[in-house]
């Protein structure tokens, strides 16, 4: 089955302008999620690693002023490591209340054609109900495609921060 631009943008227009928004929004917090995997994959372990040499050429390791070092250094690894998490959770959430403003809408488009034409012309009707049902459709598809990749995001984060942790042991 070949989806061409015409059946796309059909497919929009069957939606209504929320479907839309809900695409960018899909858009958005993909980005936000490969940024996140990206990091994960290629940068985060520089960052553990100066953080472990800075810790690692500190003489004193037993003061108090170590001990709030240590807690700076691991405190900037854990706030680049959940850099975008708390917005692509978001982001996971928006989708399927803007599925929900699409399904509102076009049950308001059915009830005006309803009004208009005392519920005589089905054909308009089927309009509103493709641009009530489209959209609940494609943000609830939105949001579980980005809960599958964010429900492990916070573990990763704390299995690599209790990485550096460990790394840091006071000894």
Known sequence: MDLGLNDLQAFLERGGPVLLVIMVAT????????????????AHQSVADEA??????????????????????ISEVRAKAEANVSMTKAMVALAP??????TVTGMVTVFDVMAITDGADAKAMSGGVSRATIPTMAGMVASISGIIFTSGMDSKVNRLVQKVEDEMEIR
């Open 27 to 42: 858009f958005v917090m993909w980005a936000l999620i490969l940024e996140r995997l990206f990091y994960f994959r290629f």
């Open 52 to 73: 472990i040499a800075e810790w690692n050429a500190r003489s004193d390791r037993k003061s108090v002023l170590a001990h709030w070092v240590r807690d700076k250094l």
């Open 97 to 102: 209340l803007l599925g929900l403003l699409g």
